[in-house]
T-cell receptor
Framework: GESVGLHLPTLSVQEGDNSIINCAYS??????FIWYKQESGKGPQFIID?????DKRQGQRVTVLLNKTVKHLSLQIAATQPGDSAVYFC????????????????FGKGTKLSVKP | KAGVTQTPRYLIKTRGQQVTLSCSPI?????VSWYQQTPGQGLQFLFE???????NKGNFPGRFSGRQFSNSRSEMNVSTLELGDSALYLC?????????????FGPGTRLTVT
């Protein structure tokens, strides 16, 4: 089955700097990846997704890069703000007993991003 | 559009009891998934329901069960609670059509088992 994992459990950056959060996955057949942000006391919130036929996708202040050769993806946050402080998860379809449906995601452990003012 | 709602938000139960958690998906969403979140294991998939049918089930014991109603609202039940069931239980809904796996999560129910 699939497994996803984040490289660093914590990341501290200065306000205004760029942040890079990394994630590795195990299944080379994985074709879809999602980044979620979870603030304290809230459920995960969708940030951006990317399909395996893309290497890069940009959103508002965020960019996801996918390197299929080394099975690695990263989330880049430009001009990090205090409101970006949260735990970030990468996720992919393919949890236990995965049958191809959309609702079965496997999550990495998360990286806690702290933004210093 | 209202988001995913979960009730109750907080719950304290005693070992051996049972508990029922409720989830109302975003209007129009027909798929509901449940996840357990703990500091040690992170987010783990419990089960997914679509049109009142369980489509997928994670690797949890039979004490964990769920159901979905015709209006897409879902409940999950945990019987014979154990201390290790203390967790944040998250519900997520999605449209199930289209190319995205985007799921919308509720705020969760914090269950504490004593």
């Amino acid at each position: 089955g699939e497994s996803v994992g984040l490289h660093l459990p914590t990341l501290s950056v200065q306000e205004g700097d760029n942040s890079i959060i990394n994630c590795a996955y195990s299944n080379s057949a994985s074709d879809y990846f999602i980044w979620y942000k979870q603030e304290s006391g809230k459920g995960p919130q969708f940030i951006i997704d990317i399909r395996s036929n893309m290497d890069k996708r940009q959103g508002q202040r965020v960019t996801v890069l996918l390197n299929k050769t080394v099975k690695h993806l990263s989330l880049q946050i430009a001009a990090t703000q205090p409101g970006d402080s949260a735990v970030y998860f990468c996720a992919a379809p393919g949890g236990p007993n995965y049958g191809g449906s959309q609702g079965n995601l496997i999550f990495g452990k998360g990286t806690k991003l702290s933004v210093k003012p | 559009k209202a988001g995913v709602t979960q009730t109750p938000r907080y719950l304290i139960k005693t070992r051996g009891q049972q508990v029922t958690l409720s989830c109302s998906p975003i209007s129009g969403h027909r798929s509901v998934s449940w996840y357990q979140q703990t500091p040690g294991q992170g987010l783990q998939f419990l089960f997914e329901y679509f049109s009142e049918t369980q489509r997928n089930k994670g690797n949890f014991p039979g004490r964990f069960s769920g159901r979905q109603f015709s209006n897409s609202r879902s409940e999950m039940n945990v019987s014979t609670l154990e201390l290790g069931d203390s967790a944040l239980y998250l519900c997520a809904s999605s449209l199930t059509s289209g190319p995205t796996y985007e799921q919308y999560f509720g705020p969760g129910t914090r269950l504490t088992v004593t």
